[in-house]
Nanobody
C-alpha cells in the first residue's frame, strides 16, 4: 500500500520560511518523480514544483521561482519543499504526489497523492 505523508506545515508570518517534508512508503521511491501541488480554498489544485527520480531535473511554477526549492533524499524516501520569503498568497493546503518514471507538471499525470498539509501565511 503506497503512502505519502506530508508534514511541516503551519502558520508563519509573511517573509518567513517553512520546510515541508513528504515521506513515502510502499513504493520504490527512486523510481518515481515527485511533485508538490497546492490548493487554496475555492480554487483548483495547482502545480508548485517537481523533481525527477534522480533529483537532476526540477521544475517550478513561475510564482515560486527563486523562493521555493524542491529536493529529495532517496535514502530516506523523502521529498522536501523549502519555502522562503512566504507571501499570504502562498496560503493553501500543500500536497505531495508521485509519478512513475520521469517528471511531470500536470496533476492528472500523478499516480499517488498524500493527504496534504496546511500552510497559512499571515500578512
Amino acid at each position: 500500500q503506497v503512502q505519502l505523508v506530508e508534514s511541516g506545515g503551519g502558520l508563519v508570518q509573511a517573509g518567513g520560511s517553512l520546510r515541508l517534508s513528504c515521506a513515502a512508503s510502499g513504493l520504490t521511491f527512486s523510481n518515481y518523480g515527485m511533485g508538490w501541488f497546492r490548493q487554496a480554498p475555492g480554487k483548483e489544485r495547482d502545480f508548485v514544483a517537481a523533481i525527477s527520480w534522480s533529483g537532476g531535473n526540477t521544475y517550478y511554477t513561475d510564482s515560486v521561482k527563486g523562493r521555493f526549492t524542491i529536493s529529495r533524499d532517496n535514502a530516506k524516501n523523502t521529498v522536501y519543499l523549502q519555502m522562503n520569503s512566504l507571501k499570504p498568497e502562498d496560503t493553501a493546503v500543500y500536497y505531495c504526489a508521485a509519478v512513475l518514471a520521469g517528471i511531470a507538471t500536470l496533476r492528472d499525470e500523478y499516480d499517488y497523492w498524500g493527504q496534504g498539509t496546511q500552510v497559512t501565511v499571515s500578512s
